[in-house]
């Protein structure tokens, strides 16, 4: 492996290069997405719910397949994998979501709208808060299922630490296969550390709400 690594390792760390932008641009387009959604739809649990349904369709949804009905319209390379990466993770981002802010006490809302608070003040200084754990939790999942996920898309050369899965694959080499592997795994344990640490500061700065 360390041959390997010597003979490589500009190529490979392109590979991490490209692979964290694929599955970080897609993270952060859905959260943004999923942000929206929350808000707009917030009050209207029947569209919410319904949106919901219609993302868990889109999950179903093999990723080859998604790839493929995609490239007539997208293309081949890494924007047709962000499309792709968005919408899977877009599902779970919205049930983390909706399960942390429907999971607040009602009690607390009421009391909220008895002090004068405004929706979005009750959304934004009460349920965000109270909800944080789990959107911070289903953010954690989205990360680590979309690094998984991303190494298919060097079927569409969308780069990533795919091509090297595949080229270990192709060429029945185990040595390539591990370097993949164990680069996507390091990958994603540094983005959840980062993402540990942005979800500690929140909680903390908003610990005074979380503890009453």
Request: aromatic share 10%.
């Amino acid at each position: 492996m360390i041959e390997y690594w010597n003979e490589n390792w500009s190529t490979m760390l392109d590979d991490v290069q490209q692979h964290a932008i694929m599955v970080l641009s897609s993270l952060v387009i859905a959260l943004i997405i999923a942000v929206v959604i929350i808000l707009v739809f917030l009050r209207r649990k029947t569209w919410l719910d319904s949106l919901v349904y219609f993302f868990s369709l889109l999950y179903s949804i093999p990723s080859f397949a998604f790839f493929a009905l995609l490239l007539p319209i997208s293309g081949l390379g890494m924007k047709t994998a962000v499309i792709v990466l968005t919408i899977y993770s877009e599902y779970v981002l919205l049930r983390s979501f909706i399960t942390g802010i429907r999971g607040v006490d009602p009690q607390l809302i009421e009391v909220g709208i008895g002090m004068g608070m405004t929706p979005q003040q009750v959304f934004r200084q009460i349920q965000l808060p109270l909800a944080l754990p789990a959107i911070f939790s289903g953010i954690q999942v989205a990360l680590a299922s979309t690094m998984a996920m991303a190494t298919i898309a060097a079927t569409i050369n969308a780069g990533g630490l795919g091509q090297l899965l595949f080229e270990g694959l192709q060429g029945q080499q185990v040595v390539p296969i591990l370097w993949g592997t164990v680069l996507t795994m390091a990958l994603t344990l540094i983005c959840a550390g980062f993402v540990q640490l942005i979800s500690w500061l929140l909680l903390h700065r908003w610990k005074g709400v979380l503890d009453k």
